[in-house]
């Protein structure tokens, strides 16, 4: 049973650059048909995606944050990290990793982090 | 991208209902559905893939259908536990998905 957890600072100031890391046990993150992601929800909101990363690394994003995202993994540690620059106050969410699975062509995500809530303000 | 659009916004139902949720495609997604249930505090859990198949461990009165543009999550017989917020989410257009707005089912 693979599990996920989130860390990182869970204060930022306004353009401040959010870095988050998804540590995976149970499990390798290198297994191949996985892809990981990232989802955000605002408090009081519903969820909305971030973006997903491919074992070989390979990355997509939501269009309406892609100017502003970076995703990345590291098969060594076992973990993939997401960097969010210029954080304003909607930023403000709580960010959960997950991962992605494969069921023959259907994918959809099977396990989550508890989600780790990042605020920003001045 | 695909739009997905949730009615209603808000459910009020008592234990032993039956409710259905309802889940809209800009564009026609076959059945890559995938339906999850968020109790406050807690990250999503997975109780429907493929539009109508059911994930381990979720009781049988949770299902769901549809294909296209048109799908229903039903829960035939509401229990305590049951109430909570509900997001339909496309797979479609994977790696890159959507998820709809959620339903909040509430105690009437």
């Known amino acids: 049973q693979l599990q996920l957890q989130e860390s990182g600072p869970g204060l930022l100031k306004p353009s401040e650059t959010l870095s988050l890391t998804c540590t995976v046990s149970g499990g390798s993150i290198s297994s191949n048909s996985y892809y990981w992601g990232w989802i955000r929800q605002p408090p009081g909101k519903g969820l909305e995606w971030i973006g997903s990363?491919?074992?070989?690394?390979?990355?997509y994003y939501n269009s309406s944050l892609k100017s502003r995202v970076t995703m990345s993994i590291d098969t060594s540690k076992n973990q993939f990290s997401l960097r969010l620059s210029s954080v304003t106050a909607a930023d403000t969410a709580v960010y959960y990793c997950?991962?992605?699975?494969?069921?023959?062509?259907?994918?959809?995500?099977?396990?989550w982090g508890q989600g780790t809530l990042v605020t920003v303000s001045s | 991208d695909i739009q997905m659009t949730q009615s209603p916004s808000y459910l009020s139902a008592s234990v032993g209902d039956r409710v259905t949720i309802s889940c809209r495609a800009s564009r026609s997604i076959s059945t890559y559905l995938n339906w999850y249930q968020q109790k406050p505090g807690k990250a999503p859990n997975l109780l429907i893939y493929a539009a109508s198949s059911l994930q381990s461990g979720v009781p049988s009165r949770f299902s769901g259908s549809g294909s296209g543009t048109d799908f229903t999550l039903t829960i035939a017989s509401l229990q305590p536990e049951d109430f909570a917020a509900y997001y339909c989410?496309?797979?479609?257009?994977?790696?890159?998905?959507?998820f709809g707005q959620g339903t909040k089912l509430e105690i009437k």
């Open positions: 997950a991962h992605y699975f494969d069921n023959r062509g259907y994918l959809y995500f099977d396990q």
């Open positions: 989410q496309q797979s479609y257009s994977t790696p890159r998905n959507t």
């Open positions: 990363i491919y074992y070989s690394g390979n990355t």
